[in-house]
Structure formats: structure tokens, C-alpha cells
């Protein structure tokens, strides 16, 4: 297994272990979203954004985002989701509300 050690709690990314194809689904909820306008998510690989996973002016509260990629990577490759907005943008980080899933696939 890849292990949850991939995982960087501090800079919130995850460190690719092992160079392949890896399937990414994120599924999450938006927070404090009405306050802020132009609301963007990236999908980054190693700090450059890799796709677009949407941008919305008119998300509100506790809309879901949901976003599934496909991406090779190499050892210590970095993926990370990256979020912002006019006056700030929060999406629920709790295990109940927003899930990333990174499968190795081969």
C-alpha cells in the first residue's frame, strides 16, 4: 500500500511514492462560500496547476465539488488541490464532508 505517510498534514499534499498512473476523485462541500465571489479550485502536480477543476461566482454554502483526473507521475511528484476567491474561499476539510482519494492504478 501507498500509506497515508504520502500524505503532508502541514502543506496539505500528497507525495508520490511510487512513479505510475494515479486515479484522483475529490468530493466535497463548500463553506462560508456566499461571502466571497470568483471561486476557483486547481488540481496542481508539483505546484503548476494540471487541471481546472471548476470556477463558479455563484457557489453558496454546502454545494457539493466533486472532480475525478486521471495523471502519471514520477517519485516525489507532488498533487495538491489549491482554492481561492475574492476575500477567501473554504470547502469543509472534515472526513465528513470532503473526501480525496489518490489510487495507485498502475
Known amino acids: 500500500t501507498l500509506g497515508k505517510s504520502a500524505f503532508d498534514t502541514t502543506e496539505h499534499h500528497f507525495t ?30 508539483n505546484g503548476s496547476q494540471y487541471a481546472h477543476v471548476f470556477y463558479d ?18 517519485v516525489n511528484d507532488t498533487l495538491r488541490f489549491k482554492h481561492s476567491a475574492n476575500g477567501g474561499f473554504a470547502v469543509y476539510l472534515s472526513a465528513s464532508y470532503t473526501y480525496w482519494w489518490i489510487i495507485y492504478i498502475g
Do not use: E, R, W
Not at 486515479?23 to 463553506?31: D, K, P, Q, V
Open 57 to 74: 461566482s455563484n457557489l453558496s454554502n454546502h454545494d457539493n465539488i466533486n472532480f475525478t483526473s486521471v495523471v502519471t507521475c514520477a
Open 16 to 45: 508520490v511514492p511510487k512513479a505510475g498512473t494515479y486515479l484522483n476523485i475529490l468530493s466535497g462541500m463548500s463553506a462560508n462560500a456566499n461571502a466571497y465571489t470568483n471561486k476557483n479550485i486547481q488540481f496542481q502536480l
